[in-house]
């Protein structure tokens, strides 16, 4: 069974007397532990699609599931509880609150879901040392770079143990060597935790890192393939390198920036 699916999709805006397709009946699948990349250019219809899979919007026509939840009828508040529970958003801008340090950023989520204080710390402070941030907990994000704010980011998508992950341009603010380390913190991820990463770019470079791509245009899908063509980046275990036991046990020791 999908974990998300979409059947005959479509989101029209009315622009005073004129409707404007944003999506036009898109279908697509994507199974639990994907790591799939949604490229197309501006005013493709990538970004629409990504605010309809976060429960952001709903379709204008057809039917949107989410582990086999049909959430095109929600109201508010079970949508919200959707986006809690079953997804973790990362953004190009990072969205990290500036008076807030890197431990208290990541409790956020948990805020909502109910933890108790003493769950939140030590999920965040797990979440945190996952992505190599161990000992930048007390930081703000103007004591870190841009590098280990979307870290911090992607901490913060995991400690409510969603089973997906939506990255809106997540390397659009970041330069090359960086960018590669955070695709890298994505592919083990997906690899070790099998975590279902969906990644918005219209970069190839990142979307090489991804084992799908999906390309869409004027409102549709115009190309959906296996990433069999581009080898996928080298594995990021190092010689020696003993497995760890925890799926959240990993980017220890990745390089800061």
């Known amino acids: 069974m999908a974990l998300i699916e979409t059947k005959n999709v479509s989101k029209i805006y009315r622009l005073g007397d004129i409707d404007v397709t944003a999506l036009n009946s898109v279908s697509l699948s994507i199974e639990k532990g994907e790591f799939v990349a949604i490229m197309g250019q501006s005013g493709s219809g990538k ?39 079953k997804i973790g958003f990362v953004f190009q801008g990072f969205n990290l609150l500036q008076r807030t340090s890197a431990i208290e950023n990541v409790e956020l989520p948990m805020l909502y879901a109910g933890f108790s204080s003493k769950e939140r710390k030590q999920k965040a402070l797990s979440a945190l040392k996952a992505v190599g941030l161990e000992g930048r907990e007390h930081h703000h994000p103007n004591q870190l770079s841009g590098g280990q704010q979307q870290r911090v980011a992607i901490a913060r998508s995991l400690v409510n143990n969603a089973p997906i992950i939506l990255a809106d341009e997540p390397t659009g603010n970041l330069d090359t060597k960086t960018s590669d380390e955070i695709m890298e913190l994505f ?18 470079d990142i979307a090489r890192y991804s084992k799908r791509i999906i390309k869409f245009s004027d409102g549709k899908v115009i190309s959906d393939k296996l990433n069999d063509l581009t080898p996928q980046p080298p594995s990021l275990k190092r010689k020696g390198e003993k497995t760890e036991s925890s799926p959240l046990r990993f980017g220890e020791g990745a390089g800061e920036r």
Not at 51 to 62: A, K, M, Q, S
Not at 194 to 203: G, M, N, Q, S, Y
């Open 47 to 85: 970004s629409t699609f990504m605010n309809i899979l976060g429960c952001l919007d709903t379709p204008t026509i057809g039917q949107y599931l989410v582990d086999n939840i049909d959430v095109g009828h929600l109201g508010k508040d079970a949508l919200a509880d959707i986006r809690c529970r």
């Open 187 to 204: 592919v083990r991820l997906n690899d070790e935790s099998h975590i279902t990463v969906i990644l918005v770019t219209h970069e190839p």
